[in-house]
């Protein structure tokens, strides 16, 4: 399944959305500001970027640039509680789902969900069956 982590106001994020809708991607959106993420949730998404903080946290964020707090010197756990406590701290949309993970709109990019998606749907007698079948069985 496909999870968009979204705010209001993001015109990004509702075009991430509508490109979803319009090729009838089904997806779970996860609005950072009303529903609230668990440290397991901001551990697992930190877990899934290529460099780290840089690929989620927008560091010109007025509450970064306030505090003046550097990020990079921050334990996992401080980092989690504090990501909790101020949510607008993430960059957004992130789209995740069990392949990949994108920041922001890039329709090219997010291409790959809607291919991944069409191999997921082969069944046994499709030639494919054998390298995606693990694909199929975790997005049923």
Avoid: W
């Avoid at 993001?10 to 089904?26: G, I, Q, T």
């Avoid at 998404?45 to 003046?68: A, C, F, V, Y």
């Avoid at 991944?116 to 693990?134: D, F, N, Q, T, W």
């Amino acid at each position: 399944m496909i999870v968009v982590y979204t705010s209001p106001g993001c015109a990004s994020c509702r075009k991430v959305k509508n490109y979803l809708k319009d090729n009838h991607l089904e997806f779970i959106e996860k609005n950072i500001f009303n529903t609230l993420l668990n440290k397991d949730e901001i551990k697992y998404l930190l877990s899934r970027t290529e460099n780290g903080t840089d690929d989620i946290i927008s560091k010109r964020s007025k509450i970064i640039q306030e505090s003046n707090i550097d990020i990079e010197s921050m334990s996992v756990n401080d980092l989690c509680d504090f990501i909790v406590q101020n949510p607008s701290i993430l960059k957004r949309p992130i789209i995740i789902d069990n392949r990949n993970m994108q920041i922001g709109y890039d329709e090219e990019e997010i291409e790959l969900f809607k291919k991944l998606r069409s191999i997921a749907k082969c069944e046994a007698k499709c030639s494919h069956y054998v390298s995606c079948g693990e694909v199929r069985k975790e997005c049923a």
